[in-house]
């Protein structure tokens, strides 16, 4: 993507960084250094027949002079991987403010998106992941980096670390993920945070855990409010994780009471961005690789019910926010821009419209169908961010608009080079 592209906030300010200084901690970051890591193209180089030779670093521009080369064959559609030569340039902390942070499910979308930002601020990273949704690729580009670790564990069994702090992310997200095997889910999320809370007590690193909008279940109250109470159908397909988180709340709180652990308790409400997984079911994904595929577009029910969509900068700044505060009690995380899922369909499809008249394409215009709703599908959604706002000093600054447009940039890219 060009950086000519420009971003701009919801005052019409345009956006060049990502994060804040806030608490002690310095999170800020050039929105185009984390651009170079997720727009950047998968295949480096492209040959076309295998008997041609690849010359190698002076062919290099400087913008991805330390990025991975992968060569694509197109004649065998065979793939070389090549080890890294330079890795993306990152802060030179002192001892004292280097922290030691353990990231579980840090290769998934969320995580991989914080590891970018700690990474680049400085920090030692240690990834631990199952790979059940997440992919290593998307962490590749810091594989071997000396303040870089990713162990394949799953968080069902314990694993022991120094570290100073915990961002807890390990658990499917997707509803078609988390109830493909729900039994795991269930386990994941109360085994898993159990180990992690355990790893917390024994080594006094923060604990945060990231729980979900899901806690509210089909919420009475709108918006919602960290102390509204939920409600939830705990035997329906959807409580392996709603349920999951619950109860990964209720063990934190228990460890915090009864150990003494300090935790940070973050509820995200649905988020959406570059490398969010484009099979993973859910409604941004699915909406925008229909469109750009020309296929028609899926709205489930009579699509009014509700949601509000956050972009994933605005949640890594306040997830970082939220761990480096004294805020004990949970805190919503999300954007209050509510869209019906019928509206946000045409958002969608006039957004890859756009995008593709400006690189010179004829948009297709394709249709919107309706399917059967999903049991326990939540009627309506939107965070009550008050509280962020109040003890973070944290709101969303990403329109929705905006986000989309990268996102959908960053499909096409994909699509294009043949990577989904
Ligand atoms: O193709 C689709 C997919 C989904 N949808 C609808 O769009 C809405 C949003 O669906 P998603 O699957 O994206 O996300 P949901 O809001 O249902 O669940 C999410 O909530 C918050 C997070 O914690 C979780 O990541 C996830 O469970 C739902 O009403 C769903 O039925 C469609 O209309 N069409």
């Known amino acids: 993507m ?59 521009s400087a913008a991805t002079a330390y990025l991975s080369k992968s060569i694509y064959h197109a004649d065998t559609q065979s793939i070389s991987y090549t080890t890294l030569s330079r890795f993306p340039p990152v802060k030179l902390l002192p001892p004292s403010s280097r922290k030691r942070v353990l990231v579980t499910g840090g290769a998934g979308f969320v995580g991989s998106h914080l590891v970018d930002r700690l990474m680049v601020l400085g920090h030692e990273v240690t990834v631990l992941d199952n790979f059940f949704t997440g992919s290593k690729t998307t962490v590749s580009h810091w594989v071997g980096h000396p303040n870089f670790e990713m162990v394949r564990h799953d968080v069902v069994e314990p694993f022991m670390i120094e570290c100073d702090q915990i961002y807890h992310l390990a658990c499917p997200a997707s509803p078609p993920h988390y109830q493909y095997n729900a039994v795991k889910t269930i386990k994941t999320s109360f085994m898993g945070t159990l180990n992690m809370l355990g790893l917390a007590k024994r080594t006094k690193a923060r604990f945060l855990i990231t729980s979900t909008s899901e806690v509210y279940g089909d919420p009475e109250v709108h918006p919602q409010p960290e102390d509204y109470w939920g409600h939830v159908n705990p035997i329906g397909p959807r409580a392996c994780y709603d349920e999951g988180k619950r109860v990964a709340e209720t063990l934190t709180y228990g460890f915090h009471r009864q150990d003494g652990v300090d935790v940070r308790v973050a509820r995200i409400f649905n988020t959406y961005g570059p490398r969010m997984n484009p099979f993973d079911g859910r409604v941004v994904s699915n909406f925008i690789v229909q469109a750009l595929r020309g296929e028609d577009m899926t709205v489930y029910g009579d699509g009014k019910q509700t949601r509000s969509f956050q972009y994933i900068h605005d949640l890594i ?32 499809r006039d957004i890859v419209e756009k995008v593709q008249r400006e690189d010179g394409a004829e948009p297709k215009r394709v249709n919107i169908i309706y399917k059967p709703m999903p049991t326990d599908d939540p009627q309506k959604r939107r965070p009550d961010t008050t509280r962020a706002k109040e003890v973070l000093e944290w709101q969303p600054r990403w329109t929705v608009r905006m986000g989309l447009e990268e996102m959908v940039r960053y499909y096409k890219a994909k699509m294009e080079e043949g990577s989904i």
Do not use: W
């Not at 200084?21 to 492209?46: A, I, M, N, W």
């Open 317 to 348: 700044d306040g997830l970082i926010a939220l761990m480096n505060s004294d805020e004990t009690r949970p805190v919503n995380i999300g954007n209050g821009d509510e869209f019906t899922i019928a509206e946000f369909a045409e958002l969608v």
């Open 2 to 60: 060009s950086s000519a592209v420009r971003i701009l906030d919801k005052e019409g300010k345009e956006i060049n960084s990502v994060g804040f200084q806030r608490f002690g901690f310095d999170c800020e970051v050039p929105l185009d250094v984390l651009r170079s890591l997720y727009l950047r193209k998968h295949y480096v180089k492209t040959i076309a027949s295998s008997s041609e030779s690849v010359k190698d670093d002076e062919e290099d």
